[in-house]
């Protein structure tokens, strides 16, 4: 039988294994930027960071910049885009940009709900190139996940001091195809899909 988690029991447990980890592998820790000097992330700072990830609602952020007007220019007179759409045209644009800068984070929120009964813990933003983590006895597990295998990671794993490293992500960006049965934890991938993903990310992301 899995440990079954509530949202609650999974954030504290995702809070005590992340530091736990921190204090271990206080080299991993993710640094800040403080009066122009980096420092790594403080115990505190740890569980902050966490907490915040755990309340964050997934919503576009407002767009920060004006199209640019040649593009629409170019588009018209090369490719055909009918001038009376431009600002339609302007607004999928823009539209289409905020949400896919949102679909790293209901990967992760989709992984943390199915995950947090296998043992895995969400490390939010706390350790460097890592989104989970994994201890059994005394050997870590660490996981890296990205939406597209052209956002720099590869699938290859490693194991450096007592640590096993997983990396793996959603899409073959050049194939259109999905990686859902290439996920490095065997029990766990067996209750994801990219259907189950694609109603989780619906149900999840909010407009307003």
Request: glycine share 4%.
């Amino acid at each position: 039988m899995h440990n079954k988690k509530s949202n609650d029991e999974f954030e504290r447990f995702s809070i005590k294994l992340t530091t736990e980890y921190c204090e271990e592998f206080p080299e991993k820790i993710t640094k800040k930027k403080v009066n122009g000097i980096k420092r790594p992330l403080m115990k505190d700072e740890q569980i902050q960071n966490i907490k915040k990830a755990f309340e964050r609602i997934i919503k576009p952020n407002e767009p920060g910049t004006v199209p640019d007007e040649l593009v629409s220019d170019i588009l018209e007179k090369f490719y055909s885009h009918k001038k009376d759409e431009r600002q339609k045209i302007q607004k999928q644009y823009q539209d289409q940009k905020q949400t896919e800068m949102k679909i790293g984070e209901l990967l992760e929120k989709y992984i943390a709900s199915k995950g947090k009964d296998f043992g895995w813990a969400f490390s939010s933003s706390c350790i460097q190139a890592v989104d989970f983590i994994k201890k059994s006895g005394s050997n870590w597990t660490t996981l890296q996940i990205k939406n597209s295998d052209n956002t720099e990671n590869s699938s290859a794993s490693a194991i450096r001091n007592n640590t096993t490293i997983l990396k793996w992500f959603r899409r073959h960006s050049k194939k259109g195809t999905y990686n859902w049965d290439e996920f490095p934890d065997e029990e766990l991938k067996n209750e994801m899909s990219e259907k189950d993903f694609r109603e989780f990310a619906l149900k999840t992301f909010k407009k307003d």
